[in-house]
Structure formats: C-alpha cells, structure tokens
C-alpha cells in the first residue's frame, strides 16, 4: 500500500483470495483507502467502478475460488487510460502459464508458498514490476518494514523453482483430467475450470494462459452438509487449505479460505456452501479420480 494515500480508491476482483478481502477490509480500510469489488471479466464494470480517487486495480486471474479469466491486455488499457495502475495477483496461474507484465500490469503478485515453491514447505512472496520509479519505492518499502526471508527459505524456493515447468505441466492435465470427469458425475451441480469448453472464460484462457489452464479445479456438490462429508471421505487428497505443491489438496471455500467474507457477499459472488476446490497435485490421475469417486459415492 505504500503506493497510496488517504482518500485513495482501489478496484478490485470480487472473488479474490479471502485473506486478500480480509486484508483490505479490516486493516487498510482503517487507514482512509476505500475498496469497491466487481466482476472484471466485464472489463466495463470496472471502468464504471473506477472515480477520481482510484489509484489502483487489483486483479486476479484465475481468480480464487471461481476460477473467472479476466482480460488483463483490455482491463489494463482502460485503466491505464484512467490514470490508475494495475497489480495482478498472478499465484493461481504460476509465471509458467502467465506473465501479467507483458499484458500491460504494473505490478505482478505470487504467493512463492504456492506453485514457485511448490512442496509446502516455505512461506514467501514476491511483488515483480518492470517499472524501475516502481521498484525503487518497493525496495524502500521492503527494507523500511523488513519483509524479507530467511536464508533457508530462500535455499528452499531456489529447490523448487528447478522443477516449476515441469510440476505446473503435470499439475495443468491432471486437472483438466478431473475436469472433465466431474463434469460427468450425477453428484456434481457445476465445474468451475477454464480448460472445458463449456466454461465462459475458456478462449480468453487458451490465449492468454498459453494452452494450459491451470492445477486448480472447483466445483459445486448440492450443500454444505454433502460438501462437508466428501472432504472427510477423501484419502489421496489432503483436507488442506493452499495450493499449488506436488501433492493434492482439498478444501471448502466457504468453511475454510474465504470463511473471512461475510456470507451475503460470498453468496452473492457465487462462494456456496456447496462449493468445493481442489488443487491437483503431480500424483497418478487414475488414482486422484478413484479417491473422488469414492468420496463422490
Ligand atoms: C491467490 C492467492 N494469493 C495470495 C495468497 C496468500 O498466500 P500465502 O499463504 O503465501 O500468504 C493465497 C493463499 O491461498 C492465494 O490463494
């Protein structure tokens, strides 16, 4: 936030990372910044949110947990045109599948917890930019609040980020694998993933995420209560918050990593109790659908 001022606006995506939200909610929100969310996959909603006070447009895509595929090219064009600039928080997309800088962002974000590390086994961030003015205020920023990892954390992402092409290969056909599959289960109300035809955000995906689409899946059960007892029956998957490492993980949106946003957003967003997503891991696919079709039973 070293980028704004009291008084300043910022746009962002509504199904953004829960702790994101929470981020901006409670704690930036007291220090005079005010927040407007909307569905940027309509590049318009966010021009008619933007006013004289917003600075800046924070994006995700995919975004977390519906997987939505934003235009970053035609969003940050129009932002640009308004005078603000544009962050991507790219974590769900790996540098592997997409490199906002080149679509037109200022700034890119991951989480180095997820795919870059890649083992859940370190906890990092990295903030990229190819403005050098931009940099400069980072790195003050940086060493001004001291956010900067241990040696060994930094020996672990190095270890992971030597095999990053290849587990994010894996990890994208294995769930466009699953994918598929859950689209054909009785259980299942809706998939949420880029790589099937039938998702609204497939062509913009194939173009700007390079033929792939990305390890995370979600999809829909009829409730909560059946939702609920599909993650206690799964046994290859981890009940696990995260994404991103080798191995596959399970969670609830709603209970778990966006349980932060007040239920009549989330339901209105489309975070149902229902909801359920996955990050696939590099294991064997045959035996990740068998675990789901015994859960699924
Ligand atoms: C899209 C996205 N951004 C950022 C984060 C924050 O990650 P970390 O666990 O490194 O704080 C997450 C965590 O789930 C995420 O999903």
């Known amino acids: ?13 509504e199904d953004v990372y829960g702790g ?3 981020l901006f909610d409670k704690v930036f929100r007291r220090y005079g910044l005010s ?9 318009d909603t966010v021009a008619a949110a933007m006013t004289d006070r917003t ?15 934003v235009d970053l090219d035609a969003v940050s064009e129009l932002v640009h045109g308004a005078g603000a600039l544009v962050a991507v928080d790219s974590t769900f997309a790996s540098p592997v599948l997409q490199r906002p800088l080149e679509l037109g962002a200022d700034l890119v974000v991951h989480s180095s917890t997820k795919y870059l590390g890649g083992h859940s086994d370190v906890l990092g961030g990295a903030v990229l930019t190819s403005d050098d003015s931009l940099a400069e205020r980072l790195r003050f920023h940086q060493n001004a609040v001291g956010a900067v990892p241990s040696p060994f954390d930094c020996w672990l992402l190095l270890r992971g980020l030597k095999t990053l092409q290849l587990r994010v290969q894996r990890q994208c056909e294995n769930a466009l694998a699953i994918a598929r599959w859950l689209e054909g289960q009785d259980a299942v109300v809706q998939v949420y993933y880029p790589g099937l035809e039938s998702n609204p955000g497939h062509a913009l ?3 700007q995420m390079g033929g792939y689409f990305g390890g995370v899946v979600s999809f ?8 609920r007892s599909f993650l206690e029956r799964l046994r290859v998957f981890t009940l696990a918050e995260s994404l991103g490492a080798v191995e596959s993980l399970a969670e ?3 209970m778990m990593t966006h349980a932060s946003i007040p239920e009549e957003i989330r339901t209105r967003v489309g975070v149902s109790d ?10 064997d696919v045959d035996d990740l659908v068998a675990d789901l079709e015994q859960a699924l039973a």
């Open 274 to 283: 229902g909801l359920l997503r996955l990050s696939v891991g590099i294991e």
């Open 35 to 43: 927040f407007t969310a909307v569905d940027p996959t309509d590049p």
């Open 205 to 207: 995906a194939r173009r």
């Open 55 to 69: 600075r800046l447009v924070w994006l995700e895509s995919p975004t977390n947990p519906l997987l939505r595929i």
């Open 252 to 254: 609830s949106p709603a």
């Open 20 to 22: 994101t939200f929470r």
């Open 220 to 227: 829909e059960v009829s409730s909560g209560d059946a939702a």
């Open 1 to 13: 936030m070293l980028l704004l001022e009291p008084g300043d606006h910022v746009v962002f995506t």
